[in-house]
């Protein structure tokens, strides 16, 4: 089964994402904040990790910064209503995919199938 970890500071907008992902079939892991999803990471293994962009108290690319440190660490798709081309600059810089709030459940899990597709892919190449 796949396991995905949700992380956004507004907790009823986690629980939404994680029953539709649930719906899906996805094993779901929720973290309301950047420091929490990072302990989850070392904990256990992810497939992917779903990250809200503006958050505390770390924001979203200091948390993504973090993850990548790890070793294996799992791809990162950005959920955020932001449109400020530098947070989309950097957040490619560090390969992560976006995903624009709000979004529709059929748009989520094609993201969510198609990195987990290229991560296969690429992991297949080691």
Excluded: H, N
Excluded at 45 to 74: C, H, I, K, Q, Y
Excluded at 83 to 99: H, K, M, P, T
């Amino acid at each position: 089964m796949t396991r995905l970890l949700v992380v956004d500071d507004e907790l009823q907008l986690l629980e939404l994402v994680r029953l539709v992902l649930e719906v899906r079939g996805y094993e779901v892991v929720t973290a309301p904040s950047g420091p929490l999803a990072l302990e989850c990471v070392r904990a256990q293994p992810f497939d992917l990790v779903l990250l809200d962009v503006v958050m505390s108290p770390w924001s979203g690319l200091e948390t993504a910064e973090r993850l990548r440190a790890l070793p294996g660490a799992p791809p990162v798709v950005f959920l955020s209503g932001l449109s400020d081309a530098s947070v989309l600059e950097q957040g490619r810089a560090l390969g992560v995919e976006f995903l624009t709030k709000p979004f529709r459940a059929p748009d989520l899990y094609a993201v969510i199938e198609r990195v987990l597709a290229e991560a296969a892919v690429a992991a297949a190449r080691i």
